[in-house]
C-alpha cells in the first residue's frame, strides 16, 4: 500500500507538471503567472512529505521551515509578477506574450 508521504511525492510532482505546462503553453500572463504558483505548490508539498518520518515521530522542521519561508517568497514573487504584468498591459494593450514580427529592412 502506498504511504501518505509517497502520495504526497507524487502529487507533489503532478502539481509541478501541470504548473509547467501552463507556463510554457500559454501566452497569456496571468495564466504564466499561476502555472508558476501551482508548481511553487508542488515544490512545497514534496518538501513536507520529505519531512514526514513516519506516525510514530515528531517531523523533521526543516523542510516545514523551508516551505513557510517559501510561501511568504512565493506571495511575493507573485505580487511582483502581478504589477509587472500591470504595466506590460497597460504599455501594450494587451496582456499575452507574442513574439513582435520581423521586419524586413529590404
Do not use: W
Amino acid at each position: 500500500m502506498i504511504e501518505s508521504a509517497q502520495l504526497y511525492i507524487m502529487a507533489g510532482i503532478a502539481l509541478f507538471g501541470m504548473g509547467l505546462y501552463a507556463l510554457i503553453a500559454y501566452p497569456h500572463l496571468l495564466r504564466k503567472i499561476l502555472g508558476m504558483n501551482v508548481m511553487g505548490i508542488g515544490v512545497f508539498m514534496v518538501f513536507v512529505a520529505v519531512g514526514y518520518r513516519g506516525p510514530d515521530q515528531t517531523p523533521d522542521p526543516v523542510p516545514h521551515a523551508l516551505v513557510i519561508t517559501g510561501i511568504v517568497v512565493a506571495v511575493c514573487a507573485t505580487g511582483l509578477a502581478l504589477s509587472l504584468a500591470t504595466q506590460i498591459a497597460s504599455r501594450t494593450g494587451a496582456a499575452d506574450l507574442h513574439p513582435e514580427p520581423e521586419e524586413d529592412s529590404e
